[in-house]
């Protein structure tokens, strides 16, 4: 899921039209990326679902939920489609649930690694034109900061976030229960404080520690 907190969009330094150029060849990659990695994380500890499903790919329009691309144009919030997983499939059915969920984040944050790696690349090769620089430049910082919020806000541990699989591995069965039968209100109690700014400027601040901390491993910073 794609949230508004993003400080790109907060910083008011680019128009509409300029932030939707960067964001959605962005958001086309990362989405995808997460959720092969759930499909290919899930596969390695034998549930085959999502194999089965075609959605062990990188191609968006296997991962692309159409409600949800239309929200993201529309309000800057948006998810992609859930991969299909069988926990009985695996050896250790909760673990397994945990582990699966948090490849999706991980594999955000990878890429923002990446994505500031090849930024430390541009800088110190300077092998395009200035034009095409500044380009590659701004493309690479809001791909390295879209995939930190990414990586921040699925670890978030409300259902359906991928935190919440990861939470519930050290929850008793009968809490596991009623914490998933109460998600429907966890998760519009979660948008009104994104939208009242009360947990926006938190996770802003998080995600601003995590890409400065990134950026300083390349002397960027």
Request: charged content about 10%; proline content about 6%.
């Amino acid at each position: 899921m794609f949230s508004p907190f993003s400080s790109f969009a907060a910083q008011g330094i680019f128009s509409f039209l300029e932030k939707m150029i960067y964001t959605l060849p962005v958001l086309l990659i990362a989405f995808p990326v997460h959720e092969c990695a759930h499909a290919l994380m899930a596969s390695a500890l034998g549930d085959k679902t999502a194999k089965y499903q075609g959605r062990l790919t990188l191609n968006p329009l296997r991962h692309l939920d159409v409600m949800g691309t239309i929200c993201l144009l529309l309000f800057r919030i948006g998810w992609a489609k859930p991969v299909p997983i069988d926990p009985r499939n695996f050896k250790r059915p909760r673990l397994g649930m945990a582990i699966t969920a948090l490849a999706g984040p991980v594999s955000n944050l990878l890429m923002s690694v990446l994505s500031v790696f090849l930024l430390w690349l541009v800088e110190i090769t300077a092998v395009f034109p200035f034009s095409v620089t500044q380009t590659v430049v701004t493309f690479l910082l809001v791909s390295a900061q879209i995939n930190v919020g990414l990586f921040i806000f699925n670890l978030i541990p409300i259902p359906p976030f991928d935190g919440s699989r990861v939470l519930a591995l050290f929850l008793s069965r009968d809490t596991e229960a009623s914490f998933y039968h109460y998600q429907g209100a966890a998760q519009l109690v979660l948008m009104a404080l994104l939208y009242l700014g009360f947990l926006s400027r938190p996770l802003i601040y998080v995600e601003q520690t995590v890409l400065q901390g990134i950026l300083s491993i390349f002397a960027l910073a």
